[in-house]
């Protein structure tokens, strides 16, 4: 082995990558809070990602309890446009001045649910639109995938060879509840590590399978090493979501830590799948891989 490429096998063996759930559904850690949302942080290398910035309620205080230098992060992404993905992005914009925002053109674009018979604008709201104008000059929008920060890429647009997630069909892009809303805008992130792949997912509305098969097409990696967040399958019947396991067992996930969300049904189903290769996902839980 040539000395640069030894000295390269080294720095990847050395390099840690910590994942920190810094707002989800539930709180796992004492102190902390938890709301309908998810936010992660990506720490590695004196490099630091947030990933979605949570409903917007629990995320400073929940960052204050993890002790977050706001001042180190290069760079936040977003997964997609829903509220509780986004409600807390001007909160984080204005404690991370510095940070370079990530995130597809549709997620400014118009999202509502219709959940018993009511429906509601789950996009982006007001006053994180206004705050996402106010930073222009370092906003990025793309639909490619894109290293943000030294090996953690977003995939940008991911292709929907197969159907999209199930539970989808209460989501629309008009108020009046007419068409359909296919989510577009939602992207996964993933990193390089030791370990093989870490993939984030925020509600993975592409779906895992699409998901996956995106990162793996992208990267041409097939050793995952652990998929955290969000897949969507709390309005799932149980048919679908044994399907969704089966999925991720073909595609060699050796862990995951399913949240917000999965729900808890398929999170049990999760669990009796993968057995000690589940993680459980709440506020406050922390991922190492090297
Ligand atoms: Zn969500
Ligand atoms: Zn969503």
Known sequence: MCVITELLTQQKVAMTTRVSILVENTALMPGFLGEHGLSMLI????????????????????????????ERIEAIVLSHGHYDHT???????????????????????????????????????PDVRAAVKARASNVVRTETPMEVIPGVWI???????????????GLFVDAGGMEPDAVPDDQALWMETGEGLVVLLGCAHSGVENTLRHVRAVTGETSIACVIGGMHLAH???????????????FDV?????G???????????????????RLCGAGAQFDFT
Request: a neutral charge; glycine letters at 14%.
């Open 254 to 258: 050796r862990s995951m830590a399913p």
């Open 155 to 169: 995939s940008g647009s991911i292709p929907r060879v197969k159907q999209g997630a199930p539970g989808d069909a």
């Open 87 to 125: 409600g807390g992005l001007a909160n984080a914009l204005g404690k991370a001045p510095q940070a370079g925002l990530f995130m597809h053109p549709a997620a400014e674009g118009a999202h509502y649910s219709r959940r018993a018979g009511v429906v509601r604008d789950i996009g982006m709201p």
């Open 260 to 278: 917000h969300c999965t729900g808890l049904a398929a999170q049990c189903v999760l669990r009796e799948r993968f057995r000690n290769g589940f």
């Open 43 to 70: 720490e590695r290398e004196g490099h630091a990602l947030l990933f979605d910035a949570g409903q917007g309620l629990a995320l400073s205080h929940n960052a204050e309890r993890l002790g977050v230098a706001w």
């Open 236 to 250: 799932a019947d149980a048919e679908l979501v044994v399907q969704a396991a089966d999925v991720l067992m073909s």
